[in-house]
């Protein structure tokens, strides 16, 4: 399983001179990643997290999720609690060879994906819908959860409101 880590990203304009930073960096990225993963690029199923957005529009709750080579029939979506599960796996269909390959960055394997749903969320009521390797997932919000607007009353006379 491949290891992520917080990684310092360096200003535009990095101080050439700050050696024991920089080799602090090295150092740490060498030792966050096995050497049998660094050296022969494999790459295990821990590897591919599909992209997600979460959003509340008008009285919805949605979650999109970037999806693109993944069949739908091979998604499962199960909600536990306030919590939304989406798990499946993008496979490899051809094989490259080794000899007539030149490059191969797109990543494959299983994924899960939990999203947190925010309270009032109608859990029995969640939808999904796949449109061009965007799966799109929607719960209506309860009339609880919805927010409403409150009306200011004035003072009338002219009273001052202490402060």
């Given at each position: 399983?491949a290891?992520?880590?917080?990684i ?5 304009n ?22 049998w993963?660094r050296?022969s690029g494999?790459q295990?199923?821990a590897?591919?997290i599909?992209?997600?957005?979460s ?6 709750f949605h979650v ?7 069949k739908?029939e ?5 909600v536990h ?5 989406i798990?499946?796996e993008?496979k ?5 060879s080794?000899?007539r ?8 394997g299983?994924f ?10 109608q859990?029995d009521?969640?939808e ?8 799109e997932?929607?719960?209506?919000l309860s009339?609880k959860?919805i927010?409403r607007?409150i ?8 009273k001052?409101?202490a402060?």
């Open positions: 399983m290891i992520r880590s917080l310092r990203r360096d200003s535009y990095p101080d050439i001179f700050n050696f024991r930073r920089n080799l602090d960096d090295v150092f740490s990225r060498l030792l966050t990643v096995p050497s993963d050296w494999s295990t199923n590897d591919w599909p992209a997600v957005e959003y509340i529009d008008q009285n919805k999109r999720v970037a999806l693109p080579g993944v739908p091979e998604v499962s979506i199960q609690g306030n919590e939304l599960s798990a499946g993008r490899q269909e051809l094989a490259p080794e000899d390959s030149f490059q191969q960055e797109i990543l494959y299983a899960e994906r939990i999203v947190p749903m925010p309270e009032g969320v859990s009521k969640v999904a819908n796949y449109h061009n390797g965007v799966l997932v929607s719960a209506p009339e959860a927010p607007k009306l200011i009353k004035s003072a009338e006379g002219g001052k409101l402060a």
